[in-house]
């Protein structure tokens, strides 16, 4: 078993940090999806640690991101809602009538915040960075390499594969484009990247950053993996209507996205290409892997693409799905480690948690605490959770502030000030208020909250002073109906089997 704090006799462990974008908790075979096939990602799984109840620090990016960079909660380090999102008055610009103007939120990563890799880096470790960033600029001189990495391929300040989608040409100014790769997936080439790092410096103890652009939207696949998963489909049976009506916009009740499920494969088959990497190097069992999500899985708005089922909402939204994601930490430093955790825990737990698992003393004050004691099959003492978002989500969420202890989960509204009590021991998908039942324990945990709040200045959103109720009220009801016919001809469309979404296959196809 790994001893805490003292010297390695052995040299230094490595660090592979896997995150795959707006990836949902039920999206992986190894989280009990019968329709996605993962199963280079499950390795990871069966290998290690999965935690059951593991958070993202956001139900967006941006703010999530720098939370597991940072080790903090998104109010102390000030980016709570994805970078480039409108605010204030300019929110008006966006024509969705809502109650609130959103609050400002900070727009790269601070500078004066210690990042992970550069407490790796200033401990003799290289560390590399691939993927998507979308914590600044290079203008702001905010990318990965002002913040601790050394290498950098693929990070800048976009949050999607919005220049040259997920098939070579890239079109990314920190990736290069070769001839030769033409029509190779965006995720095989960030893992080519990573693999050839590791195999640049496998005397050298080092920390990667595998930040995949996908699944985020545009969700794009091959023609061979789309019909693969559209017969799948079929032969699960398909539902009359994919989706259901949320507050806002419709939400997918059925993991059938045949385009999903092959932009999910392809990155399943990169991250066993990096596992495979370290096997053939001998570097497996000196080698901890960490694989997450940046938030939860994408059920309305952007592509639609999944749904959470049983749990409620998706990307944006302040419900479980909105921020549980696929969590595993593989650590074979750790004998006999715990093979299941269903402590809650959030992203900001992992700073804390890689540097004792390297014998790096933490130089800085973290929100999140070590989960080495539960990999260890020991426990950790009960804590508050912690959540903040003064805006209102592209997917369909509400500004909200959430509290989190024990089962017992609370989240309260901005807009009318009111709040809602579920106990996700017994009500997973939080479809009981119980604050009427429990006004006690709601109160407690509102005391608790608000207090949270004010210590880390929280920005509360305000009121629009132009607000018209029956306006929003008209707008909506037009905007469900509208969106609800755009997305299921749409996914009529994916699950024909004539669907052609263009010519090559969004450069797929090499002539």
């Known amino acids: 078993m790994l001893v805490i704090g003292c010297e390695y006799s052995q040299p230094k462990p490595n660090f592979l940090f896997i995150v795959v974008d707006d990836l949902g908790y039920k999206d992986l075979s190894s989280t009990g999806s019968t329709f996605y096939e993962t199963p280079n990602i499950d390795r990871i799984a069966e290998g290690g640690t999965i935690f059951t109840q593991g958070h993202a620090n ?21 980016i709570t809602d994805w970078i480039g999102a409108k605010y204030g008055t300019v929110w008006r610009k966006v024509e969705r009538k809502t109650q609130l103007l959103p609050s400002d939120y900070v727009k790269h990563l601070p500078f004066e915040m210690i990042t992970l890799p550069e407490v790796f880096k200033a401990h003799d470790y290289k560390t590399f960075f691939a993927g998507k960033w979308h914590l600044g600029s290079k203008e702001e001189k905010s990318l990965p390499t002002d913040h601790g990495f050394d290498i950098n391929k693929g990070g800048y300040f976009r949050g999607g594969p919005y220049s040259g989608g997920y098939f070579s040409p890239f079109n990314n100014p920190f990736l290069e484009d070769y001839e030769e790769e033409k029509g ?38 091959t023609q061979e993996r789309w019909l693969k998963y559209q017969k799948k489909a079929v032969s699960q049976g398909l539902l009359e209507e994919g989706f259901a009506i949320e507050k806002r916009l419709p939400i997918r009740i059925k993991q059938d996205n045949p385009v999903y499920a092959g932009l999910l494969e392809q ?16 570097l497996e069992e000196n080698t901890v892997v960490v694989f997450v999500s940046d938030n939860g899985g994408v059920s309305a708005g952007d592509d639609y693409a999944t749904s959470n089922l049983p749990l409620r909402g998706g ?8 921020t549980r994601i696929p969590f595993f930490i593989k650590a074979p430093q750790i004998a006999n480690a715990n093979k299941q955790v269903a402590t809650p825990v959030t992203g900001a737990d992992l700073f804390p948690t890689l ?11 973290v929100d999140g605490k070590s989960l080495v004691p539960l990999l260890q099959n020991q426990s950790l003492e009960e804590r508050s959770l912690f959540w903040h978002y003064p805006h209102y989500g592209n997917q369909g969420g509400d500004p909200s502030a959430i509290i989190r202890k024990g089962d017992w ?14 106990h996700l021991g017994k009500d997973m998908g939080e479809t009981t208020d119980l604050y009427d039942e429990n006004p006690a324990v709601g109160e407690t945990l509102k005391t608790e909250l608000v207090e949270w ?9 305000e009121r629009d002073p132009l607000h018209n109720e029956a306006e929003e009220n008209d707008w909506l009801q037009k905007h469900k109906l ?30």
């Open 315 to 322: 990307k944006g939204y302040q419900w479980e799905a909105g």
């Open 355 to 365: 540097l004792e698992l390297a014998g790096i003393e933490n130089p800085v004050q």
């Open 184 to 221: 190779m997936t965006l995720s095989m080439k960030l893992a080519l990247e990573t693999a050839n790092f590791i195999e640049q410096n496998p005397n050298v103890p080092f920390f990667a950053y595998l930040s995949f652009y996908a699944v985020h939207a545009p969700i794009q696949t």
């Open 409 to 422: 989960k609370l989240i309260h509204y901005f807009e009318n000030n009111k709040s809602e009590l579920y």
């Open 482 to 511: 509208k969106m609800k016919l755009r997305v299921e001809a749409r996914r009529a469309n994916q699950l024909d089997p004539n669907y052609l979404p263009n010519s090559d296959w969004w450069g797929s196809t090499i002539d």
């Open 453 to 461: 709040l004010r210590e880390t200045n929280a920005k509360i959103p």
């Open 267 to 282: 990155t399943d088959e990169a991250v066993g290409h990096v596992l495979n990497t370290l096997e053939n190097l001998g």
């Open 58 to 78: 956001a139900s967006v990016c941006s703010p999530s991101r720098a939370s597991l960079l940072t080790g903090v909660y998104p109010t102390v380090h000030g």
